[in-house]
């Protein structure tokens, strides 16, 4: 007799970065902003990138908060 206990699967394409996670972004992206802020070469293109990082950032939080 084969009795086979299935555990439930969360959805892999669906997972929730660790709080730590999005803080380290979220430095990341500070950080970027303060360089661009300090040098003259590609200013508004680390600004950009920045903020891109920073509505993902959001993006994952907002995510994350609607899960639980």
């Known amino acids: 007799m084969n ?6 699967v969360s959805n892999p394409r669906r997972r929730v ?12 992206a500070r950080d970027l902003q303060e360089i661009a802020q300090e040098h003259d070469w590609d200013r508004d293109g680390i600004r950009e990138v920045a903020a891109r990082i920073l509505r993902t950032v959001e993006d994952m939080r907002a995510a994350e908060t609607g899960a639980s």
């Open 3 to 8: 009795n086979v206990t299935h555990l439930p």
């Open 17 to 28: 970065a660790p709080p730590d996670a999005l803080k380290r972004l979220e430095g990341a």
